[in-house]
């Protein structure tokens, strides 16, 4: 089953803008993690947040993390074409370990 | 170090048939995890195993099974073939598999059941 919901499923920008993508969850979380996927190949770590961190920052990338509401952000400054791709969020929990709880995703689709 | 790698990339069955996937984990990565990706059920977690057991599993019928070598190295199989199996397979690989740990995914086995 799944465990988190991105939001939106599908977003399109021009090179330059900035993309935010959203995810919710529904169940307590040791930590919350982001990937992204180019067309049907395998999950890039993007990066990883803690339960008890609110905000991370990796480059061009901003993660928040808002545990009372269950729900995370991804921020990608300053887009490229080559931030075309799928983005995931992915939950992990204590009691299941190795064991990764994934969105359906967000298309973000960068125009030149 | 090397990431983790998957064999073969690209293979072709047909129903009925079974098939083997193999996956080697970052060295010194002892935690190996499968996932199947369809357009449909997205991301589903397959099994999960450490040091050559198996610690967890998703919710998928018998004919998903798989195993884990002494060094690390980790095979699923399909028996039984159907053409719902037809999917990306994904294995991913932690040093311990703890919760505070990033998986590395590896590039995958794209499975196609004709």
């Known amino acids: 089953s799944q465990q988190g919901e991105e939001d939106p499923q599908a977003l399109s920008i021009q090179e330059g803008e900035n993309a935010t993508m959203n995810c919710s969850y529904k169940t307590s979380i040791n930590n919350l993690q982001w990937y992204r996927q180019n067309s049907g190949r395998g999950l890039v770590h993007l990066i990883l947040?803690?339960?008890?961190?609110r905000e991370k920052h990796s480059g061009r990338l901003r993660v928040t993390l808002d545990t009372s509401k269950k729900s995370s952000s991804l921020l990608i400054t300053a887009s490229r074409a080559a931030d075309t791709a799928s983005y995931f969020c992915a939950t992990g929990r204590g009691s299941t370990l190795g064991r990764l709880y994934f969105g359906r995703g967000t298309q973000l689709t960068v125009w030149p | 170090k090397a990431g983790v790698t998957q064999t073969p990339r690209y293979l072709i069955k047909t129903r009925g048939q079974q098939v083997t996937l193999s996956c080697s984990p970052i060295?010194?990565?002892?935690?190996v995890s499968w996932y199947q990706q369809t357009p449909g059920q997205g991301l589903q977690f397959l099994f999960e195993y450490f040091s050559e057991t198996q610690r967890n599993k998703g919710n998928f019928p018998g004919r998903f099974s798989g195993r884990q070598f002494s060094n690390s190295r980790s095979e699923m199989n399909v028996s039984t073939l159907e053409l719902g199996d037809s999917a990306l397979y994904l294995c991913a690989s932690q040093q311990l598999g703890t919760v505070q740990e990033t998986q590395y995914f590896g590039p995958g086995t794209r499975l196609l059941v004709l």
């Open positions: 947040i803690r339960s008890n961190e």
């Open positions: 060295s010194g990565h002892r935690s």
